[in-house]
């Protein structure tokens, strides 16, 4: 057994043991609701995050908790909801909805991290997941109309494609970085303060193309103004029925997806985080949330406390040898 291997078998054992010893997640007559609870969000109204925490909220307020607002905390890539989160009090009343990535791949692209996922947090669960798509712009000629012929200009310009995404570091930025190293082509990597300004970057034409999240492409695809050539997704989007996948182009090695995941502060008592894990379980299962997360491209799907902590172990794993394979320098 591998040093790797028996720290994560080490991890997911400790954090067996909590569950197992309160048993399947149950809501308890015995349980206090929760006066007021706050959803910490890192992301600015109206995203499909912010759209997550709300309609979660719904779900969560009058079971676990009398009053349940969401409170947004943008800034830094997210970290400063993360940051939030983590000093709270371990009670309950505050809980992180973020994507994987900030827990899973920020200790691969950022020196000084003021958080650890399993010092300082107890998962609660995976609650939706997203794949993400190739937009192009109208300095792309008119007449690219493929993912291939895509592929094929940009080989014709050496050094002059551009890809936006939402950061360095980001994961959009990391898998932009592995679409050109597995379709063999080169763009230039351009970074801004997250996916929608990205869009509009590609959209404006300032940009050649962006790797953003499906959702972040659907009202500029609406309006005319970009086209979306490669999902990630494992399946066809509703919302982008006509975009084919890198699994159909030829590329499944290119198939990705983020999850959302729940954190709550480290230390919160068994009996809470059992009762928390099971409303949103039975809230995930509401027609009307998942035809919600249908439309903007998100799909409702649900891991428990062990399996998204399992979950976002893999993904740490799997990224950690590309990013140091890229040469890519942390940020600090």
């Not at 676990?64 to 939030?84: C, H, M, P, Q, W």
């Not at 360095?168 to 763009?187: D, N, P, T, V, Y």
């Not at 995930?284 to 903007?296: A, F, G, I, M, P």
Request: glycine fraction near 8%.
């Amino acid at each position: 057994m591998n040093t790797q291997q028996s720290r994560r078998e080490i991890l997911l054992a400790s954090v067996g043991l909590g569950i197992s010893a309160i048993g399947l997640p149950r809501l308890s007559s015995a349980q206090t609701m929760i006066d007021t609870m706050r959803i910490v969000c890192g992301y600015p109204p109206g995203s499909s995050i912010d759209l997550v925490c709300r309609k979660l909220g719904e779900r969560l307020s009058g079971k676990f908790a009398k009053n349940v607002i969401v409170d947004i905390k943008s800034g830094a890539a997210g970290r400063l909801a993360v940051e939030t989160v983590k000093s709270s009090s371990p009670d309950g009343s505050s809980m992180l909805i973020t994507p994987s990535s900030t827990l899973s791949l920020y200790p691969n692209t950022f020196k000084n991290l003021s958080y650890n996922l399993n010092q300082d947090f107890s998962t609660i669960a995976s609650v939706a997941s997203f794949s993400f798509a190739v937009a192009v712009g109208p300095s792309v000629p008119q007449e690219v109309r493929t993912f291939s012929e895509f592929i094929a200009w940009a080989r014709a310009i050496p050094g002059q494609a551009q890809c936006g995404n939402a950061g360095a570091g980001s994961f959009q930025h990391l898998l932009a970085m592995l679409i050109a190293r597995e379709c063999k082509f080169e763009w230039t990597h351009v970074p801004f303060r997250g996916g929608s300004a990205a869009m509009l970057a590609v959209a404006s034409g300032h940009v050649s193309a962006g790797v953003t999240t499906e959702t972040a492409t659907l009202a500029m695809v609406q309006a005319g103004k970009v086209r979306v050539l490669a999902s990630t997704g494992a399946e066809r989007s509703a919302a982008l029925a006509n975009t084919l996948t890198f699994r159909e182009l030829g590329f499944p090695q290119l198939t990705h997806k983020e999850t959302l995941v729940a954190v709550v502060p480290k230390k919160c008592p068994a009996q809470v985080i059992a009762s928390l894990t099971e409303t949103i379980r039975l809230g995930l299962r509401d027609t009307e949330v998942q035809e919600q997360w249908r439309k903007s491209s998100l799909l409702a799907e649900y891991l428990g406390p062990t399996e998204t902590l399992s979950a976002l172990q893999k993904e740490h794993d799997f990224w950690e040898p590309i990013i140091k394979a890229s040469g890519f320098t942390p940020e600090t």
